[in-house]
């Protein structure tokens, strides 16, 4: 295939740099919003005067045939094409002859690219978000099933305070609602249309560039041309949002596999999740949320490469940036697949409230309530809690719980104790003490409930 800018030399490219330079392969998954954005520019042109109402009809139809082609298998990509513009413009020009030609007009390959990219992530990230929500609206049913059912909750891997389950849960439930919000601020600043800034400083045609925009869907268009093309804020954007969530799935991920593990076993995943051992036969591996933890270190590569790669260019355009495709477009299989396999695997999974009740009862964890029942009757938190961690020590030494040491041994402690603080320190109590905002009281997880729900609507 002969290339759009031979004119100007006398020697055929080296195949090796050929090849090199070509990003067809990668980028052709834009084939739609590539021929979506020129059919735009040819009603634009003609609404203009810069083409004729029969030349755009001819385009039109040429590119819509084009599409068709494509997505029915009956056309593929020719490995000869530089990218995904140049082989629809050849392919267009074949079939309609000199009109494909000037389809061109008034427009670069670096706006022309600019535009296609913004499409595509826009689509992608719509994607993106509906399965978000579909994940959070999974967690809050997990969590309205699991309201009363309580497990230790954990600071520094340590069984730290009483918590239910739905509180835990939610907790992960709050992060995909920030996921999803900074997912909507990234689409906002990136829903302009640098269509029309051309190579780097506009053109000489009397183009409508708002009449482009909005017929593409966009908010506006971007107000400086260099900026225009030379922009990939949104990717880095769009990155940083991918990398938060799959943190966030990563961070899920690891505690799903030590519940899982026979040392907690609070959670058994699905067997349509897991996969068994080559040589243990005993075995069922979390492998699916491994794999989530795994690929989250690929999604940070692929914003580390994106930044690197951006960090020392001038404006406008470099070749540099054909670079951004390849990790934007990674980030974005990733993060869908991972959320395709992370959910239906959490809404396949099976609580086990009795275990995590028994590891409750373990581990001191209503310790801050014994201390709190001391401060309400008058001693300083700080000298209870003093107090508290002598009567936890005795008891490990003793090898019995506070539940079940004797009022006659917590009275040695201080006079202030007495029958009542067995109810104060049952873990029923604990939990449905916690009446503050946001807390795992009962009330409080209700709340979060109920505001999940509104949020996924």
Known sequence: MEKMWAGRFQKALDQQADDFNSSLHFDCRMYKQDITGSIVHALMLARQGIISEEEKAQIINGLSSILEDIEQGNLTFDSGAEDIHMFVEAELTKRIGDAGKKLHTARSRNDQVALDIRLYLLAEAEEIGKSLKELLGVLRDLAAAHKHDI????????????????????????????????????????????????????????????????????????????????????????????????????RFSEEIILWSSWEFKFVELDDSFTTGSSIMPQKKNSDMAELVRGKTGRV?????????????????????????????????????QCLSVFTPMIATMKVLPDNM??????????????????????????????????????????????EDLPLATYQKFDALFEEDLYGEIALETCVLKRISAGGTGPDSVEKQIEFITEFIQ
């Open 300 to 336: 940070y590569g692929d914003l580390m490469a994106m930044l690197t790669t951006l960090k020392g260019l001038p404006l406008a355009y470099n070749k540099d940036m054909q670079e951004d495709k390849e990790a934007i477009f990674d980030a974005v299989d990733t993060v869908k």
């Open 151 to 250: 497990m230790p909750g954990y600071t520094h891997l340590q069984r730290a305070q009483p918590v239910t389950f739905a509180h835990h849960v939610l907790a992960y439930a709050m992060m995909f609602t920030r996921d999803f919000t900074r997912l909507r601020d990234a689409v906002k600043r990136m829903n302009v249309s640098p269509i029309g800034c051309c190579a780097l400083a506009g053109t000489t045609y009397n183009t409508d560039r708002e009449f482009e925009a909005e017929r593409l869907g966009f908010d506006g268009i971007t107000l400086n041309s260099m900026d225009g093309v030379s922009d990939r804020d949104f990717c880095v954007e769009l990155l940083n949002v991918f990398a938060i969530i799959m943190m966030h799935l990563s």
């Open 357 to 402: 009740l028994k590891a409750a009862q373990k581990g001191f964890i209503n310790a801050t309530d014994l201390a709190d029942y001391l401060t309400k009757k008058g001693m300083p938190f700080r000298t209870a809690y003093k107090t508290v961690g002598e009567i936890v020590a005795y008891c490990i030494d003793h090898h019995t719980v506070l």
